[in-house]
């Protein structure tokens, strides 16, 4: 329940943000909405000396139509992507997985770059950004570079994002097909899924997986099968190939193959 | 117009509204110090050190200390098994009390928890009652030699009725473990100073609780003060004698300052006892028409890693219910209770009935599937009928007192369109696009309105009675004061209500005091649907005895007759006169006042103690339906509908009644589909937070339909019988019943608690019982 | 290490030094006393502890207190007028038995008005999809629905003096 003892740095901006980073490396950890760093600390699972609050940095919080891309800060709050009109016009399987995440509370404080660099393959966005091929943008002490949503997520709880760096957006495509769905199944409305996926047709169609994976990971196979025009039960099928989904006491590998393909077949099908 | 009976809104409801609510965690004298306790991350293993020198430096702990710095006895408990306060040699389950801290803030206490070092030997741990009683087991107390610690057989198995019968049936059945989690967890506040021990507490039981701390102790009664406000919830999972109730006073006397401890959830959910976990074996011998011919319970009742007095008595209620609403002319019981490396096990909401209920219910249903007969026709050729009342048993535990069990079912298909129902049922099968529909009934009858005399001492209580004072005011105010203790009920609403209809006095001018051995002289406390059965009994009697006094004050000072006062709206009047009347509030004050009194009355006679008995338990009953839809693909299960038809008999306040029910049906519905505390082979726990045990949400429950059926309780004059845990008793068969209905045509008898997506898909995979 | 964090909670502004790591629920009740939030569970599902945070809902236990540094949070105590005259859904609970225990009360009940800021006539799924943050173990949710329901209905809520029955 209680977080151990860390030294607080709050950051009025992202270069306060970065160099604390720079000052801190690895005994530092970044809060922004809190929803994935502070459960960890409270269960003292995260330990960080350092606790870089950058919470209050306004200027990374936005959702803009770029032309052919959406822009969206990464500290802006699951809330906002769920309502922005923006994101329900251009990009509606992002702003749609966004109304899943958690429960109401959580969506008024998580971030989606909070939520994007925790990792968690069981998380819901992290298979939009998947789905949508969006792009990252890292900024650190040499400048910002650029990563692709299939680079970003690199090992269990780990992204290329590294100690003294900073996710400060995502660049999403603007998709202006209508075949796309979001499926989450789980037990109870607040929990996270024990499978889901995100999908996004077009030419260069998305299926992103949650918690198919040590990391989010996207179906591959079935979104080759998608791409050269596949019937939606052939797409579905291949849903787990390629894949390694775990056994927990939510459910064990067998079960989650099963539902990985059910539900590709409902987000292609609804 | 009578209150009893009415929808009165609660008393209790304005201060928890606004905040104002006193739970335990909001107390805080001056000089609060927290405490907090080292808990084993081991099932079984042998503690070769504590190392505390790390604790002891950090910043804010005032103190840490073990076993062994303590020299305590053990905690009150089954002769010979009883539970250490802290673990001393040995460790038993993941969660038990090792060390404790005690620091100047809760921060600081966690921390110093952190920094005790134990060294374990690591045993190996039996996780289930099969592993326990396996040959060779690993054992948790070596010289009993078995981790069977009771086994009670049965007299006569009736092989010859099985022998002989046309047709039998055995199910082996599993009552899954559950948690009760009350929203609040345990707390207390120790504050032990020169002139005695004040304990507040999140319990049931609050002069239970004094008299066993001062036992343990060794110190008078007197000077040992229990008080529970504000209580978050209980459930049955509140009244354990748990380590912190007794380690804060000691702790709190050492150090001469107020001692408290905030239960966290993660610690609450190994450390407050379980309930159910108990695997029955069952046989039933039945005839072509579904008449039942013999039935053979063997329950095996996990305990845990020690063996709680309550969860002792678990089988043994279970056993006297597994008969239900039936005639059932030979019924053979048998059981044990076996020790595994998890939490404890002890009451938890329905005690030992939901098991019975359970049993029973799944076995009409197995009837049903034999004969290929109506799940509500195989019932009806059993049920004890109407007129059969009072009903023995084959337990001297359970003489059942009324019921109307075919009625109650009458009632429930009023109320659903079961027809309509079996027709869409049919309908669904072949379509791909709808659900499979499943329709499980449960009818169901339970133990409650603890008890007669001597029913409650087993479980190790003072008495089975239950303690009402009523003191009138000199204004004509009344305070009730009960040893009942409600924990959500609305007994402040019940009790005043049921004052207020037999003292004619005003429910605005009726207040009821609770949870505090200071004011309240004696009491039991709040367990087996217990408060309106017995203690509203009591509120009645003592009302009418003021009341009789009352009117001889009344007819002393209006010149009449005591038989011809008669009581309402806050007078007393002569009967046919209205204008000869007196106020209460001037017969109150006539009552302090030697000079107004007719000559054999003494000042101070409008106030009365009962200790109020009752000859019988109660037996609630009803009949419950539920309609399940099942993801034909995911094997998801979603209850669409829950028909609850209850007889509690007189019900005093139906709003508080209905929540009641509602409350005990939804943790029904989630023992049945979503929860299961559960351990891994090490005796690790899987579901040790509520991210992973799956207590529902508003999404994920139905809405309930109601109706009601009353035979009112013979054995008190109020007719109630209770219905706190009603709910919680008859929905985990209803549930069950509606799953397996819904795959039936797959030949599937059996799906085991909770049914979870994985397990029904796996059974529409082929894999079926 | 302490840091100076200051907030108005109600219309009040509390400001105190605190240790960083201080959860904001912590902070209300033992900082400043304000005992009507709860503590529930320790994994941020139970929501007894939610508050409104700049008028949003969000639980309290995974905020630290000095996220919440010069922002203004309204707890169940601020939820009743200056002259104690319920909210619409303090009103709605107390008529439709939306609470036994009351523990996780406080915390349905800032839910509960977030969400009808936001959907003023919510359906009985809004409802209970709106309240999916929040556990209770006594009620089995209906008639905190019927409650909710009641305050949607009745925005102006009804102005009964406390002690009166109906």
Redesign the interface.
């Known amino acids: ?8 740095k ?1 950051a009025e901006s992202k270069e306060e943000a970065l160099s604390l980073l720079a000052e801190y490396g690895d005994d530092a950890k970044l ?1 922004a909405g ?2 994935s760093l ?2 960890l ?4 699972l995260a330990t960080p000396e350092v ?1 870089v ?1 950058i ?1 209050s940095v306004d200027d990374l919080s936005y959702i803009t139509d770029k032309g052919d891309v959406i822009a969206i800060g990464a500290l802006t709050k699951h ?1 906002q992507v769920e309502q922005s009109d923006i994101l329900k016009e251009h990009v509606p399987l992002l702003a749609h997985t966004a109304s899943h995440v ?5 969506r ?2 998580g971030t989606i770059g909070g939520s994007l660099c925790h990792g968690d393959p069981a998380s819901d966005l992290p298979a939009a950004i998947l789905a949508t091929r969006a792009t990252l943008v890292i900024s650190g002490p040499s400048g910002d570079r650029t990563v692709t949503s299939d680079d970003f997520f690199t090992d269990f709880w780990e992204t290329e994002v590294n100690e003294d760096e900073l996710l400060t957006e995502i660049l999403i495509p603007k998709y202006t097909g209508e075949k796309w769905g979001f499926e989450k ?1 789980n ?6 899924a ?1 499978v889901g996926c995100a999908v996004q047709g077009g030419d260069n169609p998305g299926i992103g997986m949650v918690n198919m994976g040590s990391t989010p990971v996207r179906a591959a196979e079935a979104e080759n099968a998608l791409r050269s025009g596949s019937s939606s039960e052939e797409v579905a099928g291949l849903a787990d190939s390629g894949l390694t989904p775990p056994t927990d ?4 590998e067998s ?1 989650r193959r ?2 990985a393909k ?1 539900l590709v077949q409902r987000a292609l099908d609804n | 117009m009578s209150i009893v009976g009415a929808k009165v809104i609660r008393k209790e409801d304005p201060n928890l509204l606004t905040g104002r609510g006193q739970f335990v965690d909001d107390i805080q004298p001056v000089g609060t110090t927290h405490m907090a306790f080292v808990r084993s991350t081991e099932a079984h293993a042998l503690i070769r050190n504590i190392d505390v020198t790390a604790a002891l430096e950090c910043e804010g702990v005032v103190g840490v200390w073990t076993a062994a710095d303590l020299n305590l006895p053990a905690l009150p408990g089954v002769p010979g098994l009883e539970r250490p306060a802290l673990a001393t040699d040995k460790v038993r389950f993941v969660g038990e009390a090792i060390a404790v801290v005690v620091a100047e803030s ?2 600081a206490a ?2 110093g928890t ?1 920094l005790v070092i134990v060294d374990y030997e690591t045993l190996a741990a039996v996780t289930s009652i099969d592993e326990a009683t396996a040959d060779n087991a690993p054992l948790l107390y070596e010289e009993l030699g078995s981790n069977t610690v009771a086994e009670v057989p049965t007299a006569d198995d009736h092989q010859a009725i099985f022998d002989a019968a046309p047709h039998t049936e055995k199910i082996k059945l599993v009552n899954n473990r559950c948690t009760a989690a009350p929203i609040e967890t345990n707390a207390c506040l120790a504050d032990y100073g020169p002139a005695g021990l004040t304990v507040w507490a999140s319990f049931q039981a609050p002069h239970h609780l004094r008299n066993r701390i001062s036992a343990w102790l060794g110190i008078p009664q007197d000077q040992c003060r229990v008080i529970t406000p504000d209580v978050g919830g209980g459930f049955g999972q509140k009244i354990n004698f748990t380590p912190e109730f007794f380690v804060a006073p000691v702790l709190s006397k050492i150090l001469n300052r107020p001692v408290k401890y905030s239960q ?3 610690e609450a959910m190994t450390s407050m006892y379980h309930g159910r976990a108990q695997e029955q074996e069952v046989d039933i011998a039945f005839d072509d028409s579904g008449k039942i011919l013999a039935l053979r319970v063997f329950a095996s009742q996990d305990m845990g890693g020690y063996a709680d007095g309550t969860g002792m008595g678990m089988p043994v209620l279970t056993t006297a219910m597994s008969a239900g609403c039936y005639v059932i002319p030979n019924v053979s019981i048998a059981w044990r209770n076996v020790l595994t490396n998890t939490t404890p096990i002890a009451a938890y909401r329905g005690a030992g009935r939901p098991e019975a209920t359970y049993l029973i219910e799944r076995a009409m249903d197995h009837i049903s599937y034999k004969l290929d007969m109506d799940p509500t026709e195989v019932r009806r050729q059993n049920y004890i009928p109407e007129d059969s009342f009072p009903y023995p048993t084959h337990s001297e535990l359970a003489v059942y007192d009324s019921g109307n069990f075919e009625g109650a079912l009458d009632e429930l298909l009023n109320i659903m369109d079961y027809e309509g129902l079996k027709e869409e049922q049919i309908a669904n099968r072949t379509n791909p696009e709808k659900p499979l529909l499943g329709i499980g009934f449960s009818s169901w009858l339970e133990i409650a309105g603890f008890g007669p005399p001597g029913s409650l001492e087993g479980f190790g209580h003072l008495g089975s009675w239950e303690s009402v004072q009523i003191r009138i005011q000199p204004d004509g105010s009344a305070i009730i004061y009960t040893g009942a203790s409600p924990h959500g009920q609305g007994t402040v609403t019940t009790f005043a209500q049921i004052a207020s209809e037999y003292l004619g006095i005003d429910f605005d001018k009726i207040s009821v005091r609770h949870g505090d051995t200071a004011t309240i002289p004696q009491g039991i406390g709040t367990m087996g649907s217990r408060q309106v059965a017995v203690g509203g009994e009591g509120v009645k009697n003592a009302s009418l005895k003021i009341v009789e006094n009352a009117k001889s004050i009344a007819a002393h000072k209006l010149e009449a007759n005591p038989e011809d006062i008669e009581v309402t709206d806050g007078n007393l009047f002569v009967k046919g006169t209205p204008s000869k009347s007196l106020t209460w509030a001037e017969v109150a004050t006539f009552s302090f006042q030697r000079l107004e009194l007719p000559e054999d009355m003494d000042p101070g006679s409008l106030d009365t103690t009962i200790l109020q008995e009752v000859p019988n338990f109660s037996f609630p009953s009803g009949a419950y339906a539920c309609v399940i839809e099942i993801d034909k ?2 094997g ?1 299960a979603r209850i669409r509908d829950m028909y609850l038809v209850d007889d509690c008999g007189t019900v005093i306040n139906p709003l508080l009644a209905e929540g009641q029910v509602h409350g005990g049906v939804a943790q029904g519905i989630a023992q049945a589909l ?1 929860e299961e505390f ?1 351990y891994d082979e090490n005796g690790q726990p ?2 040790a937070t509520f ?2 045990y ?1 207590m ?2 508003a ?2 429950l139905p809405s309930y339909k109601s109706g009601r059926i009353n035979t009112p309780n013979p054995n008190n004059s109020l007719g109630a019988k209770g219905i706190g845990e009603s709910g919680s008793v008859g929905t985990p068969p209803a549930v069950m019943n509606a799953v397996v209905d819904a795959v039936r045509h797959l030949g599937v008898t059996h799906i085991d608690m909770p049914a ?3 397990k029904i ?2 059974v529409l995979q082929g894999g079926s019982k | ?1 302490s ?1 100076p964090t200051s907030m108005t909670i109600n219309g009040t502004n509390y400001a105190k030094s605190v ?3 201080t ?1 904001l629920v912590h902070f209300i009740r033992e900082e400043c006393g304000l005992t009507g939030t709860h ?1 529930g569970c ?4 139970c ?1 007894a502890c ?1 508050v409104l ?1 700049d008028g ?4 309290s ?4 207190a ?2 919440a ?1 010069n922002h203004k949070v309204t707890t169940v105590e601020g939820l009743a007028s200056e002259d104690g005259a319920f909210s619409p859904v303090q009103e709605g609970f107390r008529q439709e038995h939306g609470l036994q225990c009351g523990y996780c009360t406080p915390g349905m009940l800032m ?1 509960a008005t ?2 009808l800021k936001e959907i003023p006539k919510p359906t009985e799924e809004e409802i209970r ?2 309240l ?3 556990l209770c173990r006594c009620t089995g949710y209906e008639m905190i629905v019927r409650s909710v329901q009641w305050a949607a209905d009745n925005p102006d809520g009804v102005p009964v003096a406390i002690g009166e029955s109906s």
């Open positions: 329940m209680i977080p151990a003892k860390f030294d607080y709050p809060l809190g929803h502070l459960p600390m409270k269960l003292r606790v609050d919470g809330r958690g429960d109401p509370q959580v008024n404080r199944f037990r109870r409305a607040q929990d996270w024990i006491i939510h459910g064990n079960y099963h539902l059910i | 809760k921060y966690a921390d952190e966290t959830r993660s693909q995911t998801d979503y559960s899987t579901t991210i992973d799956l529902p949400g999404p994920d979870t997506p994985q898909w796996e | 290490m840091y240790d960083p790591r959860l503590v320790d994994t941020s599902n929501g939610t945070l949003d809902a969000v639980k236990c995974t905020v630290l000095v996220q540094n839910a977030a969400l999809q709106n999916e943050g929040n």
